[in-house]
């Protein structure tokens, strides 16, 4: 079902210039609305229009009544716009929005590191 839409999308909105995005989710360009909680993680997979990223939480277990780590993997929205300025490895910041899919309820905001700058 996804790759049926995001076609159907690129079909209908071919982009001319690159500075202008037609992206309609896009919270800059678009009519997306964001709000909610931020969340800040690294890219493990990159697809069109669609990031996963993961990030450490802990959490607190009452029967051994002490915390583990636990590790967090959530989907996000990448605008048009964006789709250059990241990597598979950068750590980026998220936030919550309407529900675009199934499984994306978040998206991209920006880039604070990239993977160049962590060696
Ligand atoms: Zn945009």
């Known amino acids: 079902m996804e790759k ?3 076609q159907k999308k690129i079909e209908k909105k071919p982009k001319i210039v690159e500075t202008i995005c037609n992206d309609k989710d896009c ?3 678009g009519n997306l609305k964001i709000r909610g909680r931020t969340f800040e993680g690294t890219i493990i ?5 669609r990031l996963t990223i993961e990030f450490e939480k802990m959490t ?3 029967k051994y009544e002490r ?3 636990s590790k967090i993997k959530v989907h996000a929205r990448l605008p048009l716009c964006k789709e250059k300025e ?3 490895g950068d750590l980026i910041q998220i936030r919550e929005c309407r ?3 199934k499984i994306i309820h978040f998206v991209y905001i920006k880039k604070i590191k990239s993977k160049e700058d962590n060696k």
Do not use: D, M, T
């Open 27 to 29: 919270p800059h360009h």
């Open 45 to 49: 997979k990159k697809h069109p229009k």
């Open 67 to 69: 915390y583990f780590k």
């Open 99 to 101: 529900p675009l899919s």
């Open 60 to 62: 607190y277990v009452r």
């Open 4 to 6: 049926k839409k995001a």
């Open 86 to 88: 990241v990597q598979i």
